[in-house]
Nanobody
């Protein structure tokens, strides 16, 4: 079992930056690939980024590539999402997830709200 708690979401102006954090409990954190997802009002939850168990591999949605960076610290049991050059369309609730080896989210956090004003 992995419990996840996101933080760092807030209101920011377009062009600004935010860093989201996802703190995990449980001794097995380092064995999971971790992902960030987001859900905008009236839309389905969508994939944002994923990072392998050791941080050696990352993958991004085209919509955030070059602007967002996912990273992890397996000593601190935390995964991060650095978001730069934010756009109003990045407004959403952001969730982190611990993923199965096939990339399917298995455990979810409660989400953190990011609002980008124009």
């Amino acid at each position: 079992q992995v419990q996840l708690v996101e933080s760092g979401g807030r209101l920011v102006q377009a062009g600004g930056s935010l860093r989201l954090s996802c703190a995990a409990s449980g001794r097995t954190f380092s064995s999971y690939a971790m992902g960030w997802f987001r859900q905008a009002p009236g839309k389905e939850r969508e994939f944002v980024a994923t990072i392998s168990w050791n941080g050696g591999s990352t993958y991004y949605a085209d919509s955030v590539k070059g602007r967002f960076t996912i990273s992890r610290d397996n000593v601190k049991n935390t995964v991060y999402l650095q978001m730069n050059s934010l756009k109003p369309e990045d407004t959403a609730v952001y969730y982190c997830a611990a993923e199965t080896p096939s990339g399917t989210p298995k455990y979810w956090g409660q989400g953190t709200q990011v609002t980008v004003s124009s």
